[in-house]
């Protein structure tokens, strides 16, 4: 069986959740089933995460691929048909694409970076706010608290990013905020470089 084969395979039950969600949000519209569908998915992700952790690299990257995908159609669909303004899905269309090309640089030195509880947070904010969106709830308070957790784990994975890079390949299991820490650490040399230069 090919990885393309097997990683499709891992993500079917995804795959035909969110064909279901597109169905019902916009052949009958169930709220509490479009819920039900949205918690389904997130167990799901949970579920076949742990099976990825043994999964081959180059599997690795397709399955983040298709979660993306997976995630990205879903937030667009809901945006668009709950006549929502489009700079809502943008910044996450952004983060996601950032985080892939990231891991697509990554694979090329055989690097895989596993989520922390941060980046996990990130993710679980996006499906409490489509469901709260769902539900009527449409409170600025909680798009702003998913935007920074959002973009809290977009920058810690960019402070790894910018340890791990350099490495010479392997797996990493990074601690939470180890990513803001590296990014301290790389503003701190340079500040100090900076300083040196001007004396």
């Avoid at 797996?171 to 990014?183: A, R």
Wanted: proline content about 3%.
């Amino acid at each position: 069986m090919s990885t393309l084969t097997k990683s499709v395979f891992l993500n079917a039950p995804k795959v035909l959740l969110a064909t279901v969600y597109h169905l019902v949000l916009f052949r009958c519209h169930s709220s509490i089933w479009l819920v039900v569908v949205v918690i389904s998915i997130v167990v799901s992700d949970v579920a076949d995460g742990k099976i990825i952790i043994r999964n081959a690299l180059s599997r690795r990257l397709l399955d983040s691929l298709l979660d993306k995908l997976i995630i990205n159609s879903i937030s667009l669909a809901t945006v668009l048909y709950y006549k929502l303004p489009l700079w809502f899905y943008i910044p996450l269309f952004f983060r996601d694409t950032v985080i892939l090309l990231g891991g697509i640089y990554l694979k090329r030195k055989q690097i895989v970076i596993f989520p922390n509880l941060l980046h996990k947070a990130g993710m679980l904010s996006i499906a409490i706010t489509g469901m709260g969106i769902i539900m009527g709830l449409r409170s600025m308070w909680l798009i702003i608290a998913m935007y920074c957790l959002c973009y809290a784990s977009l920058l810690d994975y960019i402070g790894l990013f910018l340890v791990f890079a350099n490495s010479d390949g392997g797996s990493y299991y990074p601690t939470i905020f180890q990513g803001f820490k590296n990014i301290k650490e790389v503003c701190g040399l340079w500040l100090r470089s900076q300083c040196g230069y001007l004396q």
